[in-house]
């Protein structure tokens, strides 16, 4: 789909899916791009691999970008302007969209797709030779999540956090934890 070295590549969103995504991309050897509505991201970001960092809601920032990536990987879980996006893609290119917002995205405008050949595509999971592999690209790269340790304790105050978006990028529940 266009996320190969040497390829402009746009992520959308730097969260649980976001920071994976910067750190393939970035391992494949893409020029990568992210896209955040939070500026206190911006050095998370290129800690995990980053070109460049745009702040989504400045126009001028988004302009710049008109019809230069090769493959946009939406991860943001929430409704939004997906026309922001496909205005970015070149021609032939794809944006793949990961999140999945308990409402619908507003329906986008058919012009940026039609005129340019793009394409909205969605996915969830690969099968199992998908994942061996993708697992193997991941030992050979030093891939690994981001995560924070929690004592199955503390799940109440990690929800709230994670409602507030004060999570870098994951948290995982301490199992020991279980028997205090």
């Given at each position: 789909?266009?996320?190969?070295?040497?390829?402009?590549?746009?992520?959308?969103?730097?969260?649980?899916?976001?920071?994976?995504?910067?750190?393939?991309?970035?391992?494949?050897?893409?020029?990568?791009?992210?896209?955040?509505?939070?500026?206190?991201?911006?050095?998370?970001?290129?800690?995990?691999?980053?070109?460049?960092?745009?702040?989504?809601?400045?126009?001028?920032?988004?302009?710049?970008?008109?019809?230069?990536?090769?493959?946009?990987?939406?991860?943001?879980?929430?409704?939004?302007?997906?026309?922001?996006?496909?205005?970015?893609?070149?021609?032939?290119a794809t944006m793949c969209l990961v999140g999945a917002p308990?409402?619908?995205?507003?329906?986008?405008?058919?012009w940026n797709l039609i005129m340019r050949r793009c394409s909205?595509?969605?996915?969830?999971?690969?099968?199992?030779?998908?994942?061996?592999?993708?697992?193997?690209?991941?030992?050979?790269?030093r891939i690994v999540s981001d995560v924070e340790v929690i004592?199955?304790?503390?799940?109440?105050?990690?929800?709230?956090?994670?409602?507030?978006?004060?999570?870098?990028?994951?948290?995982?529940?301490?199992?020991?934890?279980?028997?205090?």
């Amino acid at each position: 789909m266009g996320a190969t070295s040497g390829k402009k590549v746009g992520i959308v969103g730097l969260g649980g899916l976001g920071h994976m995504g910067v750190k393939f991309a970035h391992a494949f050897g893409c020029h990568t791009v992210v896209f955040t509505t939070s500026p206190g991201k911006t050095e998370d970001a290129k800690r995990l691999g980053a070109d460049e960092v745009v702040i989504s809601r400045n126009a001028d920032e988004m302009a710049r970008h008109a019809k230069s990536f090769d493959f946009i990987l939406n991860t943001v879980a929430a409704s939004h302007d997906l026309d922001a996006f496909t205005s970015l893609l070149r021609t032939d290119a794809t944006m793949c969209l990961v999140g999945a917002p308990s409402t619908p995205h507003p329906s986008p405008g058919v012009w940026n797709l039609i005129m340019r050949r793009c394409s909205i595509a969605g996915s969830a999971i690969g099968g199992l030779p998908e994942t061996q592999e993708m697992l193997q690209f991941c030992a050979e790269h030093r891939i690994v999540s981001d995560v924070e340790v929690i004592p199955i304790q503390g799940i109440n105050e990690a929800y709230e956090r994670m409602l507030r978006g004060d999570v870098r990028y994951r948290f995982v529940i301490d199992m020991a934890s279980l028997a205090d």
